[in-house]
Each structure stands twice: as C-alpha cells, then as structure tokens.
C-alpha cells in the first residue's frame, strides 16, 4: 500500500468523481483510477460503487475512509514533529470562524501568532457553522473557532470565553437616554428587530433568548453581516443583538451601545476539530496562543451529539413575562 494511494483515495471519498480527483491531485485520470484499483486489490474489496458518472463509497470504504484520514494525519504529524525536533518552527494550520466572531477575534491573534511563529503559515476560512463543521469533517480544515455546543459526535471542543451581548440603538433612542441604566429584554417588547439570516447560529441565539424570556420579536429586517444590520440601526429602522467583542467595532458607527442588566445574554465561544484528528505541532501552537489571547485554560472535551442550547436560561423579570 502506497501513500499516494491513500491519498488519491480520499480525493475521490470526498469529490466523488474520479475526473475531479485526478485533477484535484495534478494526476491524469486513468493513473489514478488504475492506483484505486490497486488499492481494492490489495485491500481484498471494493471500495467505491461505481455507476456511470456517480461514484459512492461502498461500506467497506465508508470504513477505510476513517483509518485512511486518520494515517495521513499521522504521518503528517509525525513530520511536522520531526522538524519541530530540529528547531524548524514551522507547519501550516487549516483554521475555519464563523462571521460573527472571525472580524473581532481573528486579526489580532492571526497577527501576534505570526510574529510568534513566523514559520508556520494559517490558511483562513470564513463560513456558517454547517460549512465549517462539514469542511472538519472532509479533512480540510484542521480547526474552527465556533459558537458551542456543536451537534455531531465525532467533534471534540474545547470552550475558551463566555461572551456577552449588547443592544444597538439608534443615538437619540429612548433606552440611550437613561445612562447607567442597563436595559431588559422587557424593554425590548415594543421594538423592531434586526436580524441575521437564517443559517447564523448568532441568530438562532437571540431567537432562543427571546423564546426563553417569552418575547415574541418584530422581526422587520434580515441580513447577512453585523455591518448592514449596524447601518440599518444607525438610520433608524430598529435594534439589533451584538456581540461583546464588536464593542470596539462599531463604537463610532453613530448607534447606541447598551449593556443588559444581569443575567446578561451570552454565546460561548470555542475551538473544535475532529474527534481522532492528529494535532500537528502548528495546531497544538495555535491551540495554546489562542487560549493565552482568551484567557483559558481549556481541556478538550467530547462534543454532544445533540445541541443542548449553550445558552443561560433568562431569570428575573424577564423571565416572568
């Protein structure tokens, strides 16, 4: 058994056509095909099912798909650790975020990981936390900085910051005028809401904040980035829900920034990869800067195979409406 031949194997796992395998690998077609036919060979049986222009992996290569990916990693892993040995800092790291925490989080710690490890090269994606969690799970992106808990047994994460959320306003609203008063979602019954579309786990959070506090939101408004639905605010149209760590973003973008009163709204960020992934000593470095920049200690823990919520459950007045 070859090591290109797992390779080449995994290609068409995960492309499901021979044709964009071959050229994923910068491989003519029927070298390829004759190497996954060496591999069936040796393997004792078939691994794709092949009909027509489809292929499928058959139940044996469901199987072999796992321990193919995790062998790779390994020898990977091994490699990088074996120039980590002779003092060669460097590697490269896959590293997936959610839009609603990549442009607050991620320049900083991306920027101050460079300097620290100038070797290592990061690749960066930005995507929904079904694109991302899919993107782990094919072996294309190493890690994801993701809004927890995440469905899917096969994930591991790791939680590193409990953030909380503020209310945007337009200057000159009447919840701004009241200065160190924190405001409640009651204060929110009559407003227009502002939201992110569908797919956005940041909406699915205040959607269930509300449903918990028993708020039904006037949602007059989707969109697509924290910037539009921050420059429909500023013009009037409604409130919306950001993150703690947009404070500093949009604290000159002509809205009001309020903080709720306790118990306050939160998300919990953290990391989370593939279940038997190797670490590469890049990932295990990034790991470790990431939980110095968020302050946590962190220890990887078992993903639930069902989303539980992640959110605290609304106490108070708000909680009685």
Known sequence: MEIHQLRYFLAVARLRSFTRAAQHEHVAQPSLSQQIRKLEDEMGARLFNRLGRSVTLTPFGERFEQRARRVLAELEGARQEMDEMLGLHRGS?????????????????????GRAYPGIGVSMREGLTSSLLADLAAGDLDLALLRLPVRGAEFVSESLVEEGMLLAVPRGHRLARRPGRPVTLDDLAEERFLLLKDGHCFREDVLQICKRCRLNPNVVFEGGQFDTLVA?????????????MARGHYRHSGVGLLDFAPPRPTRTIGLVRVKDQFLTPAARAFIDHLRKACGAPGALVPAPARATGGLPRARGAAAQR
């Open 93 to 113: 790291l896959s590293l997936g975020a959610i839009p609603t925490l990549a442009p607050y989080l991620l320049p900083s710690v991306l920027a101050s990981f």
């Open 232 to 244: 429909m605010v500023a013009n009037g149209a409604g409130v919306t829900l950001l993150p703690e």
